[in-house]
């Protein structure tokens, strides 16, 4: 069968700040987890230790990574958990020195002896850790590699490019696959990829779902926009979108985000105002993230403020009457380019820099606002062709290897990049394009493999190194 990936694995809901570095070893610790049941021997294990490899160790304390197993062996759920629950695992875990291991069998656990930072790197992938569960008769041990937007495989199972099977009606692995499609049968990408998720749920969970991840993305923005102070990790960043945020609304009323939403509507929207909402919307989005909130990892929690921020000026800005037909829309077609870039190229910041987080995403906001705009499928393609083609070499240098600076700026950036994509595109014959979007994809990835190795998420180069900790 074909790889096929649903909106949905594009889509993730989880906690921040990283889709790659928290939310893959998160969810490599719960399937670790499995694996000891299967075995039978998780309630025989005394001590876990996790082995930290390549970009995980060298920015894994500034991405959380250390927390995220913690949280992921002791049981929790990062697309349920009560956030403000969050501190206080920790720090038990910190304090009692011991780790409540699934939630079911409590074992000692020394943080800084048992979770191991080795700044070398597995041949295999950038993102390589390895637990070991030591029990009577021995232990027992897997490695896993998070290869990005918080998919995680194992090599003696899957290749970092194939690791989802499935039957859809109208497998897609090239942008031109999925235009002949929409040519053939005279449909909109948002339509063909419907069917391709009919395959695999109802209509009722497939509405379910999506309506869950917007109201997640709103939710995110709501809290952002009100949220103010420090963002932790020392490098003092002081929230932004809430300044912004009051500036931009003033005194109104409301007492929810969907009031907060029809609010927004009735406000200024000269052309200063529009960039402003966009970048607030945006910085909202990624100061939750880098605060461990809970976002939607789209196609990464680095990248996360793009598609929400986008979509949310299309519904405040552009289109008043826009309602959940356009939302469900929006993110099917956002979900299906971004799953392209996902299969011919990368979207871990660790294989490909940050190209393959802002510009992925980017990329996906232009296309999927352009389709909602009223743009034909080629149109729709070429808008996410100009967005990725002008986020080409991006590296990816976080300074402390916090997802902060650059990374929260950046998400406004791929925001007004992927807005004048999208009208690019609908002003554009599709006839008159010379850079079809596969070539792209192509591009990317090529560029990704081109790239030093110190602007592929390892606070080796660039920013990263140019300031200090002590500076900020």
């Known amino acids: 069968m074909e790889e096929c990936i649903s909106v949905f694995d594009m889509l993730k809901i989880g906690v921040g700040p990283s889709s790659s570095h928290t939310l893959g070893p998160w969810r490599a610790a719960e399937r670790f987890l499995k694996e000891l049941k299967e075995e039978n021997i998780l309630n025989a294990t005394t001590r876990v230790k996790v082995d930290l490899y390549g970009s995980l160790s060298l920015t894994g304390v500034g991405h959380a990574t250390d927390l995220?197993?913690?949280?992921?062996?002791?049981?929790?759920?990062?697309?349920?958990?009560?956030?403000?629950?969050?501190?206080?695992?920790?720090?038990?875990?910190?304090?009692?020195?011991?780790?409540?291991?699934?939630?079911?069998?409590?074992?000692?656990?020394?943080?800084?002896?048992?979770?191991?930072?080795?700044?070398?790197?597995?041949?295999?992938?950038?993102?390589?850790?390895?637990?070991?569960?030591?029990?009577?008769?021995?232990?027992?041990?897997?490695?896993?590699?998070?290869?990005?937007?918080?998919?995680?495989?194992?090599?003696?199972?899957?290749?970092?490019?194939?690791?989802?099977?499935?039957?859809?009606?109208?497998p897609i692995n090239l942008a031109a696959e999925l235009l002949e499609y929409c040519q053939q049968q005279n449909?909109?990408?948002?339509?063909?990829?419907?069917?391709?998720?009919?395959?695999?749920?109802?209509?009722?969970?497939?509405?379910?779902?999506?309506?869950?991840?917007?109201?997640?993305?709103?939710?995110?923005?709501?809290?952002?926009?009100?949220?103010?102070?420090?963002?932790?990790?020392?490098?003092?960043?002081?929230?932004?979108?809430?300044?912004?945020?009051?500036?931009?609304?003033?005194?109104?009323?409301?007492?929810?985000?969907?009031?907060?939403?029809?609010?927004?509507?009735?406000?200024?929207?000269?052309?200063?105002?529009?960039?402003k909402w966009v970048s607030c919307f945006a910085l909202a989005v990624n100061e939750v993230n880098a605060s461990l909130g809970r976002v939607v990892t789209a196609p990464t929690n680095g990248s996360a403020g793009v598609i929400p921020a986008v979509l949310m000026y299309y519904m405040v800005i552009e289109n008043h009457e826009a309602d959940e037909n356009q939302i469900k829309q929006f993110l099917m077609v956002a979900g299906e380019v971004g799953s392209i870039f996902k299969k011919g190229a990368t979207i871990s910041a660790a294989m490909g820099g940050c190209q393959a987080e802002i510009g992925v995403s980017s990329a996906m906001a232009a296309a999927a606002l352009c389709e909602v705009m009223g743009g034909t499928p080629e149109q729709v393609l070429m808008a996410a062709e100009i967005a990725m083609e002008h986020h080409l070499g991006l590296t990816c240098d976080?300074?402390?290897?916090?997802?902060?600076?650059?990374?929260?700026?950046?998400?406004?950036?791929?925001?007004?990049?992927?807005?004048?994509?999208?009208?690019?595109?609908?002003?554009?014959?599709?006839?008159?394009?010379?850079?079809?979007?596969?070539?792209?994809?192509?591009?990317?990835?090529?560029?990704?493999?081109?790239?030093?190795?110190?602007?592929?998420?390892?606070?080796?180069?660039?920013?990263?190194?140019?300031?200090?900790?002590?500076?900020?």
């Not at 599709?430 to 081109?450: H, I, R, Y």
């Open 187 to 275: 449909r909109k990408i948002s339509e063909v990829v419907y069917d391709n998720e009919k395959s695999m749920r109802t209509e009722e969970e497939i509405h379910h779902e999506l309506m869950r991840v917007w109201n997640t993305m709103l939710e995110c923005m709501y809290i952002g926009c009100h949220s103010e102070g420090i963002l932790p990790g020392g490098l003092n960043v002081r929230r932004r979108a809430f300044d912004m945020h009051q500036n931009l609304i003033g005194l109104a009323n409301y007492n929810s985000p969907q009031e907060w939403l029809e609010t927004i509507r009735k406000t200024e929207v000269k052309f200063r105002q529009i960039l």
């Open 398 to 472: 976080p300074i402390g290897g916090l997802v902060q600076i650059p990374c929260i700026e950046r998400n406004t950036m791929g925001a007004i990049k992927a807005i004048n994509a999208a009208e690019l595109a609908l002003e554009t014959d599709p006839k008159n394009a010379k850079v079809p979007l596969d070539k792209v994809v192509n591009t990317m990835w090529q560029t990704a493999k081109d790239m030093n190795n110190k602007y592929k998420e390892t606070s080796e180069g660039g920013l990263a190194i140019a300031v200090n900790m002590a500076d900020c």
């Open 68 to 170: 995220a197993v913690m949280l992921g062996l002791s049981g929790q759920d990062p697309e349920y958990i009560p956030v403000q629950d969050i501190d206080g695992i920790i720090k038990s875990i910190r304090t009692n020195h011991q780790l409540n291991l699934n939630s079911e069998l409590v074992i000692d656990f020394e943080i800084e002896k048992d979770i191991v930072f080795n700044k070398n790197f597995l041949p295999f992938h950038a993102n390589g850790l390895t637990f070991t569960a030591f029990h009577d008769k021995g232990s027992y041990e897997s490695t896993f590699y998070s290869i990005g937007g918080g998919f995680v495989v194992k090599e003696e199972t899957s290749s970092v490019k194939s690791e989802i099977k499935c039957d859809f009606p109208y």
